[in-house]
């Protein structure tokens, strides 16, 4: 069913979903006619939500999302300017299909190829991909993906996610507007794509990783009830460096407009918690091992997993012929010679530690001149995913150290940092690590990091290499890690050294703690790396995100949905199938039938709006009061938390409008009219031991206030910090319940506020729920109202 995006809830229609005609076909499970790129701001008329009553479907089919394919395409030498495309079976995505497992599961691709496709060629080049490999290419002007990639992504997205502040235009991208809406409109495509083949009904579609934050808004917005779930591979940095960049909030809500949020860690999970909070006023919590964020009555499910490895890829390449080759040239090259290897295998980048690993390893050698000779640190440098001014720094940085260490403590025939900074295929990779002693992973920050789990799987090894290595096929495997406390991986790596790469002294000390340990401490701590990696692998990972994301969109079917606002500004409001709109008309119509009519205005969220530094009413608040009081068949009343001497003066020019303050318990009919209580007001001596409790919290806590009524006080924390206040009220709900527990008081919690007020009598709360179920009210107003009437 067809429905309009909505600027405010009053546009709602009443009782019915809004309909504006059927779609005139279902849309094909794929169609191959490229689409095309619109504004961002498309007319919010397209915007299809689903037919609450149908049912949902079971899982059958799945749509992948990358920014590249895991695809290699290569022209064919015969000069025909042909194309070969083979699966890149090193591609996560690829590795995530084969770890469900379940042939029925269908599986399109949708994203980038690594190579520029002549537009002449797109259209042969999809029509292949679609037909051989289920992928549906996204061809990008060469600018266009230039500004996207290595300008938004590449110099302003991944710096600040890996805790680089722009401080400086040589110190990470400064923002640029230019390139944030070549990120837009690259996400525009992306979501244009996945249309043409999407059938909204049934599929499931998963993002991946930061290039594509904004995409989860236009799918949104074309298909409100779409079943979408993004994973971050990126970390997620804190609200205190997130909150530099100048879009803050559009990628937050874009996010949002997922179903299921993944990250690698807790950290990563509570940083974009604390970021909702600060920045968009959202709370989270946890409910039946499940965490989730309110957003728009949708609950967005938060799920926290490191992804795995593909265990059986890995098993293949440990053996084949190459790798028995390969590891017997390094047991030639290193064992024979007494050689022990320390192996480390980072991308050419600034983040993952290179320099420090080797400064580290120039600490060893002349603190513990005893290895000198003896050990021999093997960097593997892969090609640097991006390019600039930062990776010629690493690579020159790197190499003059390398330099320097092998002048100071090598000798003929021995050089103790080898460094390769070639391309090598996995296989050998794989190689050095079922020779190494010792792999070590620095980084300074780091995603995940899968370095590790492929070690500890390469050393378990199998029985031809065992033999190769002079191990019994049942003898315990070793293996020894010293990893970084800031990669995703380390949390789930109990037994590793992990170390602070920034303390080169303690690193140094780690990787000589590594070499001297006893045999059987690390057999033990092999045995549970072991025990983790081979049953937490890609596909337990990739099974658990879709389930999880199965179960958080079973209800969309039952929820009608309605689209609002603008751009990456646009939101899916949710409401129960019961809910109906208070209709203008009927209000109308039952306004002019009455001759007495009882008019309940809230003040503070309603006539003021909350966040008003200026509590008191305009004036133009004033004329409309005045002007429903002048009606002899009106009884118009505002109700208020504030004491009756606020409102008082506040409403002072409204002759006839009556007032109830303190939620009720006083109230005023008319301006010259006694205040009267609505119940004997208590004996209120309790104050003197609230008071000093909450004066405590109120000097520790920087922000909050104290606000001393006549019959109640109440603790607001509205202008502290968010985490900090609300961690302050808990403790001050428990601290008064403690010492409040013999007075006639009753403790309670609200929106940023605390308050102490006297208990009700049971059979005023009897009349006071009979009252709200006729008014939607819970004053103690409402009695007195319907005694008057």
């Not at 599929?203 to 779930?229: C, E, I, Q, S």
């Not at 009556?658 to 009267?676: N, V």
């Amino acid at each position: 069913m067809v429905s309009r995006s909505y600027s405010n809830l009053l546009e709602l229609a009443s009782g019915e979903s809004p309909s504006f005609g059927r779609m005139s076909r279902r849309i094909p499970r794929i169609m191959t006619v490229a689409g095309i790129m619109s504004d961002i701001d498309d007319d919010p008329s397209e915007s299809v939500c689903s037919d609450p009553s149908s049912s949902s479907m079971p899982m059958d089919r799945i749509i992948i999302v990358a920014n590249q394919l895991p695809i290699r395409a290569q022209r064919k030498s015969d000069g025909s300017k042909s194309w070969i495309f083979s699966w890149d079976e090193n591609s996560l995505l690829l590795q995530l299909r084969d770890g469900l497992g379940d042939d029925e599961i269908e599986v399109i691709y949708v994203g980038c190829l690594k190579e520029e496709v002549h537009p002449n060629e797109q259209d042969e080049v999809s029509q292949i991909l679609l037909e051989t490999f289920k992928c549906v290419p996204t061809f990008l002007p060469p600018d266009l993906f230039s500004r996207y990639y290595h300008g938004f992504c590449k110099q302003q997205l991944w710096p600040l996610f890996h805790y680089m502040l722009p401080l400086s235009p040589d110190l990470g991208g400064r923002f640029n507007r230019s390139l944030w809406q070549a990120y837009v409109s690259v996400n525009k495509i992306f979501a244009d794509r996945i249309m043409e083949v999407i059938n909204p009904e049934d599929d499931f579609v998963w993002v991946h990783d930061y290039h594509l934050m904004a995409l989860p808004t236009f799918l949104r917005k074309r298909f409100n009830k779409v079943k979408l779930g993004f994973f971050l591979h990126s970390p997620f940095p804190s609200s205190e460096i997130y909150k530099t960049l100048p879009i803050r909030e559009e990628l937050l809500r874009a996010l949002l407009n997922s179903d299921l949020i993944g990250f690698h860690t807790f950290d990563y999970a509570r940083h974009f918690l604390s970021c909702c909070s600060r920045m968009l006023g959202l709370t989270y919590e946890s409910k039946r091992g499940y965490m989730g964020i309110e957003y728009c009555g949708r609950t967005v499910s938060i799920k926290i997993l490191p992804v795995g490895i593909h265990m059986g890829q890995l098993q293949s390449v440990l053996s084949l012929p190459e790798t028995e080759a390969k590891v017997k040239e390094l047991i030639t090259q290193f064992r024979d010679q007494d050689r022990i290897m320390l192996l480390g295998v980072d991308d050419m980048d600034i983040f993952k530690g290179i320099s420090l690993k080797l400064l580290a390893m120039e600490q060893l050698l002349t603190q513990h001149p005893e290895w000198q000779g003896k050990i021999v640190l093997v960097q593997i440098a892969n090609p640097a995913r991006g390019k600039g001014k930062d990776v010629k720094e690493v690579q020159a940085e790197t190499n003059a150290a390398v330099k320097r260490i092998n002048k100071t403590f090598g000798k003929p025939g021995y050089d103790p940092v080898v460094l390769i900074d070639a391309p090598l295929k996995f296989y050998e990779k794989v190689a050095y690590y079922v020779v190494a002693e010792c792999c070590l992973v620095t980084a300074v920050r780091d995603g995940m990091n899968l370095i590790p789990y492929e070690y500890i799987i390469s050393r378990q090894g199998n029985d031809r290499l065992n033999k190769l290595l002079g191990q019994e096929p049942s003898a315990p495997k070793k293996s020894m890690l010293v990893i970084s406390e800031f990669i995703g991986c380390s949390p789930s790596l109990s037994g590793a050294i992990r170390v602070n790469p920034w303390n080169i002294e303690s690193v140094a000390d780690a990787m000589d703690s590594a070499l001297e340990m006893a045999e059987p401490e690390k057999q033990l701590r092999h045995e549970k790396h072991y025990r983790y990696v081979s049953t937490h692998d890609v596909g337990y990972w990739a099974r658990s995100f879709l389930q999880d994301l199965e179960r958080t969109c079973r209800d969309h079917s039952k929820r009608r949905c309605w689209g609002i606002g603008f751009g990456l500004s646009f939101r899916v409001v949710a409401l129960d199938p019961n809910f109906k709109k208070l209709s203008l008309e009927r209000i109308v119509s039952a306004y002019k039938r009455t001759t007495t009519r009882a008019i309940l205005l809230d003040y503070d969220g309603t006539l003021m709006p909350q966040a008003s530094i200026d509590k008191s009413p305009s004036s133009k608040s004033i004329d409309i009061i005045n002007s429903l009081c002048r009606d002899k068949n009106n009884m118009v009343f505002l109700v208020s938390a504030r004491s009756r001497n606020t409102v008082a003066e506040w409403f002072s020019e409204c002759e006839k409008l009556g007032l109830a303050a303190e939620h009720g318990y006083f109230l005023r009919l008319t301006r010259d009219a006694e205040w009267e209580t609505c119940v004997p007001v208590a004996d209120i001596t309790w104050k003197q031991i609230a008071e000093p409790v909450m004066q405590l919290y109120t000097e520790t806590t920087d922000g909050s206030t104290i606000e001393d009524k006549e019959t109640s006080l109440v603790w607001c924390y509205e202008d502290a910090d968010p985490d900090f206040g609300s961690c302050q009220a808990k403790e001050l709900l428990d601290h008064l319940e403690s010492v409040l527990a013999n007075e006639p008081v009753t403790v309670k919690s609200g929106q940023s506020i605390v308050e102490v007020k006297p208990q009700v009598s049971s059979q005023l709360n009897l009349k006071r729920n009979l009252v709200e179920n006729a008014t939607g009210r819970s004053d103690a107003l409402q009695l007195n109202l319907l005694n008057k009437l």
